[in-house]
């Protein structure tokens, strides 16, 4: 890759996306990786697998509110490019817990882009021109469509509806305040619903899976008619590699996949798939575990991206349709039963049974 001109720094790399992307930084070349995450529930070492024992790669637990830690590793590692995606970025628990959203996502960011800026004023003049702080956000700063309503795009106005997109506004609002104010090279990427293998299973698709498989209901929200863009998990990462390599600096770029589909139609398609890989037997079909409980506070009806400015600057567009990738995606948590028992924590099982414990069909 032709940037950054040192190592790169990936907050949260041990979570969903940010595993996925260091897996895809140590496959595209010899530029070497620093791993930094705090490891709470929905991070793990499991994620990162062989990658954890890669030459070029350095893992280091801890928080990227921790200025002295952040300040050393920029240091230590002659880091060349921070990847930020470290957050906490499920809505209903932020809805239960907002001061934990607002701690990680805007407290931990700004600590982040403080030490980047510090560090990236020390640099040589080479070095500077090359440093890069991508921040990686979310479609959900922009609030809820409309059925009719044009998709989201890079000018679309904030409107964040849940506490976890608000928080996620802050760090986005920050970002762009550290290039005007200080001239720090920062790139910013929102992107729409991400799903594929090693993503926590409190998440829609995955906990569709689990449930499935294990007999329970799938709980789904409402009517079900709640509408996202789903985008395969590599596909944001080559976007976000082509951000980093050929981003305009100060700029945003919406990362989606153009695949807009309802709750209802993502678990049906889920059943579907499951009935033919792993089939219920006599019990039927995996279509009659459907329930559909009491919805969510705040739940934003339907979210779309218009990645045309991405597909025009940069070139990137998505690879995989949403079939093939959900296909990929139900493989593998069936073929890594390890890795799921692994991740159901006690601590994991206690937030299910309280989230949907109490909720009776709707």
Known sequence: MDRPAGTVLVTGGAGFIGSNLVRHLISRGDVPVVTLDKLTYA??????????????HVFVEGDI??????????????????INLAAETH????????????????????????????YWQRLPPSAREMFRFVHVSTDEVYGSLGRADPAFTEASPYAPNSPYAASKAGADYLVRAFHHTYGLPTLTTN????????QFPEKLIPLMILNALKGERLPIYGDGQNVRDWLYVGDHCQALLRVLEAGTIGETYVVGGSGELTNCEVVGMICEMLDEMHPVGKRG???????FVPDRAGHDRRYAMNAGKLRKELGWMPETNFREGLRRTVRWYLENPQWV?????????????TQYGARTSA
């Open 43 to 56: 991070g793990n070492r499991l994620n990162l697998g062989d990658v954890l024992d890669n030459p070029r």
């Open 65 to 82: 509110a921790d200025d002295t830690l952040v300040a050393r590793l920029l240091q230590t590692h002659a880091v060349g490019a921070v």
């Open 91 to 118: 809505v209903d628990r932020s809805i239960r817990s907002p001061a934990a959203f607002v701690q990680t996502n805007v407290v931990g960011t700004l600590n982040l882009l403080e030490q980047a800026h510090l």
């Open 191 to 198: 992107c729409s619903n991400n799903y594929g293998p090693r």
């Open 285 to 291: 079909s995996y279509r009659e575990q459907i329930a």
């Open 341 to 353: 028992r692994d991740v159901q924590t006690p601590e994991y099982r206690q937030w299910i049974a």
